[in-house]
């Protein structure tokens, strides 16, 4: 099943900034299944120290246990920081203990941590658009709909 994870102020009740990440699961319910599982390790409050606060881009120090815990790469910081020195997360955490979190490594946080509590979620590109620049000599029409 495919479908869209939002990630960001998706119900527009705050700064209104969000992001769309199309996903393939076996379903919704896998994902439930992991966050309820994710919970029951960690707490129910768990995905509230998930970048969750107002110009807050932090995770909680249950969120990097999490992660720790189940071995998220430390590669997946490499576009952010300077992991030349770092072969695990833990070894970053002692350098940066409290980094700023970019959408991407939320993304792929939240994703990793998911998978690794039964989700097989696997990241989806987005669907190509169709027309003379994709596919030359394809006619679009509709221009006059719009004024």
Known sequence: M???IP???WSDDGHGKYINILVQAPSMEHLLNAQKNIRGDYGDNFFDGFAQGYEESEFS???WKALVD??????YLE??????NCETL??????EPNPYISIDIC???FIWLHNRY???ITKETDYPIICNWTCHGFKTVGYGCFY
Do not use: R
Request: charged share 35%; proline share 3%.
């Open 2 to 4: 495919k479908f869209y």
């Open 61 to 63: 120090e249950t969120v």
């Open 118 to 120: 039964g989700a097989f």
């Open 107 to 109: 993304v792929n946080a």
């Open 70 to 75: 189940n071995d998220f790469p430390v590669d």
């Open 7 to 9: 990630f960001g102020d």
């Open 90 to 95: 833990e070894d970053f955490l002692e350098i």
């Open 79 to 84: 576009d952010e920081y300077d992991i030349s």
